[in-house]
């Protein structure tokens, strides 16, 4: 699309990548600042997770079988329960 906009603009971009996985493309274009992401999903927004968003530290090692559970209010934390 080179030559078709001169104005920052954003850019939202779905498609897949070389290995076939599902890919979605968040960019600031000619100057424009990259947007924030969010997922609206049944009326509530949340946040797009970023790098290292959303992980979780466990016991190690983990066991094939046995359910996590949150270990305190954190939102990261995990216990073994077995």
Excluded: Q
């Excluded at 790098?51 to 209010?73: E, F, L, Q, R």
């Amino acid at each position: 699309m080179v030559g078709l906009c001169h104005r920052p603009f954003a850019e939202f971009l779905a498609g897949f990548d070389g290995a076939g996985n599902v890919l979605f493309t968040v960019d600031g274009k000619n100057g424009a600042a990259a947007p924030s992401c969010n997922w609206a999903i049944n009326g509530n927004t949340y946040p797009c997770a970023t790098a290292g968003g959303g992980n979780v530290v466990g016991p190690n090692p983990s066991v094939v079988g046995h359910v996590p559970t949150y270990n305190g209010t954190a939102g990261t934390p995990l216990a073994d329960n077995g």
